[in-house]
């Protein structure tokens, strides 16, 4: 499997970005699946997970209110929509794919497989 995240940019505060990653080598529609983020000097965090139908969704404290995720299953895609940005959300951003099929959303992210290259987002005040 590969993923290829993208969507990434320099945005001000309060603006907006959609994050797209594009799976292929294998279909994703059975799986679980995750967008991670990692600022300089942190560790990698959990930011938002999407279940294998779509119907569940979960998300860090951090976004919640702010970011959305979603998926296209005949495009083999996951989106992350994310607005209301603020400089904290400065990172690079990954998405991941839980190999386990029909898996619930995984916060840890041990528990998944697959990484996209992580794309970069930069948020100015």
């Known amino acids: 499997v590969q993923l290829q995240a993208s969507g990434g940019g320099l945005v001000q505060a309060g603006g907006s970005l959609r994050l797209s990653c594009a799976a292929s080598?294998?279909?994703?529609?059975?799986?679980?699946m995750g967008w991670f983020r990692q600022a300089p000097g942190k560790e990698r965090e959990f930011v938002a997970g999407?279940?294998?139908?779509?119907?569940?969704?979960y998300f860090a404290d951090s976004v919640k209110g702010r970011f959305t995720i979603s998926r296209d299953n005949a495009k083999n895609t996951v989106y992350l929509q994310m607005n209301s940005l603020k400089p904290e959300d400065t990172a690079v951003y990954y998405c991941?794919?839980?190999?386990?099929?029909?898996?619930?959303?995984?916060?840890?992210?041990?528990?998944?497989?697959?990484w996209g290259q992580g794309t970069q987002v930069t948020v100015s005040s």
């Open positions: 080598g294998r279909t994703v529609s059975l799986h679980a």
């Open positions: 991941a794919l839980d190999s386990g099929r029909w898996s619930t959303i995984q916060l840890d992210a041990h528990e998944y497989e697959y």
């Open positions: 999407i279940s294998w139908t779509g119907r569940s969704t």
